[in-house]
């Protein structure tokens, strides 16, 4: 497949390593430029391009950026043919994305990243950390493979970014529509728990939406007393610890 990523960040760069090794034509950019990516993420074969690149002549598109960047980069896919399918892979931080009032009143932030960009999307790698996405993907059929949920009302959307999950390394698990995707938001029991494809169900269910944005919100408070800041990310072992004491 051609694939466009849009994003750099911790997630964004494992991705394009995965996707290359995997045998995709992978395009990369950021909002600072192609000749300020990181070479390392291009050792595969993935290209630096702009932002309109990234986008154009592609089969699908992975955003990879923070939430509250999807209203300035959504002009880019105004243009955007019909059968391109894209993903999605934010998560809502209010202090870092400032306040969403749609997401505050209940709108799960995957229907509102949709309605943003004004065409489907499927929702998928947000709820791993960048270090275990990194470093803990695994062959299919390997002992201890982490799942993740993927979200989508189309079967196309579903479809491929459920094959793409699991070319990363990891278990793909249907959660359901966009609308049901807020189980898989930070502060769920799937968020970021390292759980494996027998536990994704449960995790799935057991969520409680109203908890959840405290519990996320707790999560943040604990991880910035111990890295000092809102741009580091702690080591697996860690993050996986504190989610599953506070989300499980």
């Known amino acids: 497949m051609k ?42 074969g993935a290209r630096a391009v702009t932002s309109l690149e990234a986008v154009t002549g592609v089969d699908v598109v992975i955003m990879s950026t923070p939430l509250g960047a999807i209203p300035g980069i959504a002009p880019l896919f105004a243009g955007l043919p019909k059968h391109v399918v894209v993903i999605d892979t934010s998560n809502y931080y209010p202090a870092r994305d400032g306040r969403v009032d749609a997401i505050e009143a209940g709108v799960a932030e995957s229907v509102w990243v949709a309605g943003v960009l004004g065409r489907p999307i499927a929702k998928a790698w947000n709820a791993i950390t960048s270090a275990s996405f990194a470093e803990k993907g695994v062959p299919a059929g390997a002992t201890g493979r982490i799942a993740i949920p993927v979200a989508a009302d189309g079967d196309r959307e579903r479809e491929v970014a459920m094959a793409l999950v699991e070319e990363t390394g990891l278990d793909a698990f249907y959660s359901g529509t966009l609308a049901d995707s807020w189980r898989q938001q930070p502060g769920a029991p799937c968020y970021c728990t390292d759980l494996g494809l027998a536990e994704m169900p449960n995790a799935l269910a057991s969520a409680e939406r109203k908890r959840l944005p405290r519990r996320r919100d707790l999560a943040i408070e604990a991880i910035m007393e111990r890295v000092g800041d809102n741009t580091t990310n702690p080591d697996s072992d860690y993050a996986v610890r504190l989610t599953r004491a506070l989300f499980m």
């Open 3 to 44: 694939i466009g990523i849009l994003g750099t960040g911790h997630i964004g760069k494992t991705l394009a390593t995965r996707l290359s090794q995997a045998g995709h034509d992978v395009k990369v950019a950021n909002s600072r430029g192609p000749d300020t990516i990181d070479i390392g993420i291009l050792q595969n």
